[in-house]
Every structure is written in C-alpha cells, then in structure tokens.
C-alpha cells in the first residue's frame, strides 16, 4: 500500500492512527479524497499539526478537525484525543471504514477487511445516524459501489427514530 510521503512522516510520530476511507480507496485501488489521522495525546496533535503547518496550508477547521493541503495531498487531523486504536475504528458507522495503519501494520475490527472487498456496508451504530441516512449510505452506494442490505437500512432508521425519542 503506498502512502504519500507527508503521510509517512506523520505516522512516524508516536500515538498516531491513519483511519478509515483513506484505507478502503486505496484497497479498492482508488486515489483516497482525504488522509485522517487520529492521535492518542495532545503533545502527538501538537506536533502533527506543526509539522502539516510548516510543509503545507491550513484550508478549513470544523468541528474537531483541522484540514490541510501538502503535496497536493488533503490531510485531515482529527483533534479529539482517542485512548486506543480500537477505540477510532469503533468510532466508523460502517464496518469498512473501520480499517487503520498503526506502527506500520494494517488492523481493523473482524469482517471490515471481507466487507470492503465484497463492496457491502455493514452498519455498527454511530452518534449520527442522520448524517449516515442522508451523507453516507448515498456517497458508498452511488460513488463506491457498495450495496447494503434491509437488515442495515433499518437499523440506521431505528437509531435515528431513537435519538428523536431520547432527544
């Protein structure tokens, strides 16, 4: 799996996860839209958002997430602190985005690996169920390919009539 070189160099720092569709473009032999890289500390945070300062420009900031543009490259820090790499990939509505490059090695959570090869998303709950009905679903079935089945579409739509209940 070939990784631009900026990514590389911020993945040389200690507690730092890349995650997610980066991952699956690149398994399904596409060019990733985007790198996110996830940190288990603040000094890891500090020290990658200097480093993408110093080698390229600040394009956005949103919500917990700094974007930058290096080599033609969009990177994305996720500024919330994660206490563990299993801890990021739960963090995926779907079971193939929860793939990751940790220390050099490829893990995900079991079946993530199977799902993006066979284009299925497996749904595994999310804090945004909306933006997963509305966002998601459509960009991995109309752009990616991907199919999912009834079982998946209605547990997305109970958790979403769950949050308006609870909310």
Not at 4 to 31: H, N, Q, T, W, Y
Not at 134 to 162: Q, T, W
Request: with cysteine.
């Amino acid at each position: 799996m070939v990784l631009p070189a900026i990514v590389k160099e911020c993945l040389a720092f200690e507690g730092i996860i890349l995650a997610g569709g980066a991952l699956r473009s690149l398994m399904d032999g596409k060019r990733p839209r985007d790198y996110d890289l996830f940190c288990f500390n603040q000094e890891t945070v500090n020290l990658v958002l200097l480093l993408l300062e110093k080698k390229g420009r600040t394009i956005g900031e949103q919500g917990g997430t700094k974007k930058f543009i290096v080599d033609d490259r969009e990177i994305e820090v996720i500024t919330e602190i994660f206490s563990s790499p299993n801890k990021v990939l739960e963090s995926f509505d779907f079971r193939c985005s929860q793939v990751g490059i940790y220390k050099e090695c490829v893990i995900s959570i079991p079946g993530a690996l199977d799902d993006i090869k066979e284009k299925i998303l497996t749904y595994c709950g999310t804090n945004f169920p909306e933006h997963t009905w509305k966002s998601r679903i459509p960009k991995f079935v109309c752009e990616y390919g991907y199919s999912i089945s009834a079982h998946d579409v209605m547990a997305v739509l109970k958790d979403i009539g769950n949050k308006k209940v609870c909310n």
